[in-house]
């Protein structure tokens, strides 16, 4: 949650180059965007509610810059909430990404001290503090001191007028360094400097850097300690992080699902293997996530059963009340394609404390999750910058399912079955498919509610099916298990009632198309989702048969029908209203 970016350079740059890299990071909140450059005085501020879109930066060239994309927390959607925020003099200006938990005793002790305050925002507190420091310190020990002073997860970053220097710190929110021409770059992740430099330090837990021009010192923050980092080279281009051909990031995202789904075939046998042996060895397997990662440990709960392994699947958020229950004899697998959100890191850092073996099923490359995780497994299906999630969920899946057959001796075949997906998923993403999902979005963009139905895996494939409506298009849907109707919700039923009912798998096939009869006599508008066509469907979004990961088809289905409908809407399906890709506070 919030992008953060800034460069240091040894010649002066264009502020707008801030801006450009911000448009980026925007997929980590966009209630409201700014800029700070130095210059011969004070530090100058441009910030302003709202998306970023095609802003100009009104800001003269400096050699030291910073900027912000913010997913309001403390203090509403306003100008003076956006960041940066400055010190009493102008002379420092500050960037934030986290919650600030003991904000409001730091800002009772700097109001005594005559601090005067221009927003409600916990960020504005760091700055104060970093000045009050400033008075006995150089601005690098009063940045050091402040950082060590904060409660809560953070990364700052804070420019300094006077030495026209950069100073950085991570505790819980991800920063990471990017090494150019004479000069450093900073950010939330790599996205904003891709284009100029490649060679990338992730800074980790409790780590800082002061940069100044093309220097750069690192050091703990708890001991002042300098260290030398181990800068590498990332692997992704900046092709992976752009929209290509597609008007949107979401569209590219469910297309790339073609080659994401087979990829993970190729992770290595053994770490898969390795994987297996840690289930054979525990007591306790509990599968972790939050919103559709969530939705992903559900599916894979449903493919670990078929294939003889009992395991409980949890939204890392409601799993406080079962900490206790953790401990050496647990694995933990905790799914995320962020590596980030806060819920699935604690849980896991609480894990790890108890004992517990944690494996990491994660797509983002350096994340918090990759680093404390015992074992991790990278999915490897690049960069997702849609706010809405698609191919992470179906490599995660891919993933486990292979790990489920892999427990079974079946591996090989497991992985025949992906690679064969992949192809027939290439095939079925065509115009006819594209035209009936079309026409049925629409239709449903007219409904203020929709239901998805399905039983067995496709329960939780249901309810990944409804997140993606409504996260997108902001219209109600909402996942049932078929079983559970009778027992109450068949109540909201009534003519006309829109009703996804997924069908994709024989075993399942009788008894679902008698909810769909039961629905329909009730006056329901029936869409089947699945391979084979039945009288009981009003409307027919036809899928095709692909064994067990059939149902997989009908998330994509469901993917497609939410970008269409928020589409349809005039929304904009990158950035969804009130929402950010990684929720990295709680
Ligand atoms: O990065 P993570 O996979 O840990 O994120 C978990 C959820 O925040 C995420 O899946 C969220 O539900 C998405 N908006 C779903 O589209």
Redesign the pocket.
Known sequence: MCGIYGIADKNKFGAQDIVNGLKQLEYRGYDSWGIAVTTDSLVKIDKHTGKIGEARSILPDSTTAIGHTRWATHGGVTDENAHPHTDCKKDLAIVHNGIVENYEDLRQTLLKKNHAFTSQTDTEVVVHLIEEYMKSESFELACQKAFNELIGSNAIVVMDNGSKSIFAARLGSPLVIGKGTDKYFIASDITPFLDQTRTIYFLDEGEAVLIKNDKCIFYKTKTGKIFTPLFAQTTITKDAVSKGEFPHFFIKEIYEQVTTIPKTTKIDRKDLESVVSEIKKAKKIILL?????YYCAVGSKYYFAKYGVDVSAYQASEFTPFLETIDENSLVIA???????AE?LETVKYSLEKGATVIGVVNARGSSLERIATMVIPVGSGPEIA???TK?FSAQLAVLYQIARACNGELENGRKDIEEYGKKLGAWLNERTLDSIKELAQKLIKTPHVFVIGRGVEYPFCLEFA??IK?ASYIHAEGFAAGELKHGVIALIEKGTPCIVLCSHDEEYPPILSTAAELKSRGAWIIGVGPKKAKEFDTYIQTFGAGSLTGLTAVVAGQLLGYYMALFQDLDPDKPRN?A???TVK
């Open positions: 996530g939050c919103g559709t990662a799914i995320s394609q962020s590596g980030e959100t699935t706010v809405v999630s992470a997140l993606k996260e929402l890709k990684s929720v």
